[in-house]
T-cell receptor, first 116, second 116 residues
């Protein structure tokens, strides 16, 4: 079965540089979530989109922005990178259905960002 | 506010032993979903189970079983006859919308080491 695709899988950047992470949800999934997982930490919710509109917002820094495109893929743009941004960034997708939902968030393999 | 507590930070067992991972949650909502995810050393987050607040039936899937008790706000996970491949960090998570389609709140995780 198709899974969530994230690219790149690994990214190394210098402080103050920018980075763009991409996420391709499972086919027919209309909701995308971004999570950040620091070393030894649990995943923390950043932001989510449903049908190309921002749905929920978590602890996303102002230096970060994201959007969902017409083909439902999403990009997380990170500017003025700091050492503390080094983390594993997960994208998850789900399908929002009416009535009793069967949706579950399925996670991609993650992008490991290292800021030097 | 929602909160998930996994009091066991690390557990070490010998192969073939049974092990139970504890999860206690807090939410003000009457409708919510509980999840378990597995994060092996390779880093991906693997969905294991989803349980809604109206269904307190225990579930068994192979060597895995889950015990959901609303009276104690607990959703514990038992691995029977553990194997080395079970070594991973296990996260319990909570989502509190009717559809389950809201950001997940994770516990801090329990690192399970199964020794051959």
């Amino acid at each position: 079965a198709a899974g969530v695709i994230q690219s790149p899988r690994h990214l190394i950047k210098e402080k103050r540089e920018t980075a763009t992470l991409k996420c391709y949800p499972i086919p027919r999934h209309d909701t995308v979530y971004w999570y950040q997982q620091g070393p030894g930490q649990d995943p923390q919710f950043l932001i989510s989109f449903y049908e190309k509109m921002q749905s929920d917002k978590g602890s996303i820094p102002d230096r970060f922005s994201a959007q969902q495109f017409s083909d439902y893929h999403s990009e997380l743009n990170m500017s003025s990178l700091e050492l503390g941004d080094s983390a594993l960034y997960f994208c998850a997708s789900s399908h929002k259905s009416q009535g009793i939902s069967t949706d579950t968030q399925y996670f991609g393999p993650g992008t490991r960002l290292t800021v030097l | 506010a929602q909160k998930v507590t996994q009091a066991q930070t690390e557990i070490s067992v010998v192969e073939k032993e049974d092990v139970t991972l504890d999860c206690v949650y807090e939410t003000r909502d009457t409708t919510y979903y509980l999840f378990w995810y597995k994060q092996p050393p390779s880093g991906e987050l693997v969905f294991l189970i989803r349980r809604n607040s109206f269904d307190e039936q225990n579930e068994i899937s192979g060597r895995y079983s889950w015990n959901f008790q609303k009276s104690t706000s607990s959703f514990n996970f038992t691995i029977t006859a553990s194997q080395v491949v079970d070594s991973a960090v296990y996260f319990c998570a909570l989502s509190d919308s009717y559809s389950g389609n809201t950001p997940l709140v994770f516990g801090k995780g329990t690192r399970l080491s199964v020794i051959a």
